[in-house]
């Protein structure tokens, strides 16, 4: 399928959105996630007392074992993850800037929509207030409202969903991360990855490189 492409077809049946949060409803560049990315490190330092090269390497272990560092810190260090959460998403949001077609876009899309991270909720409404998108969502959903269990786990995505009143037949997926596409396409959603950079796999319906522009095509 050609870069960006979007069979309007392939979403008729669809009433309910579900958004990931980071580098997903703003573009990478935007560099949020990096500034974070510090903070993580310097929290690792300070709570297992090691060095910065070892809170890197398990920061990036723990992501890609238990699919947030979050997730290997409460599991293999106990951690209490709420000053965590609070530490990490500590940062400046002025590096983001509205994109009043994202807004319009969304606002446009038919039914329930609501914003799904393995950041906090808290966190969440900052980045949308930042974006100018906090009045185009039913809910916001942060990692706190499925028991800190993070995506890519199924029961996490079970225990969101069901507080959101998700169905996944009526349901479409956008996240930048494809690992976290799994358990929606599991469970008959509708998924897009949005990336830079295409990744292969069953679970992956469509993939745009910018979402404005995707959706654009969907509410044209
Ligand atoms: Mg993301």
Redesign the pocket.
Known sequence: MPQNTCPRDDFHHVTQWVF?????LYPPEMAL?DQIEVRMTAWVMDALKVGKAEADHLRQHYWAKYGTTLAGLMREHNIDPDPYLHAVHDISFDHLQVDHDLIRHINTLPGKRIVY??GSEPYARNVLAARGLEGCFDAVYGVEHADFNPKPERQAFDMVFAKAGIDGAKAAMF???AR?LAAPHDLGMRCVHVAPQRETGDHIHHHTTDLTAFLSQLTA
């Not at 990931?20 to 997903?24: E, H, M, R, V």
């Open positions: 990931d949060l980071d580098n997903t996630f991270t393995n996240e930048d991360d976290n």
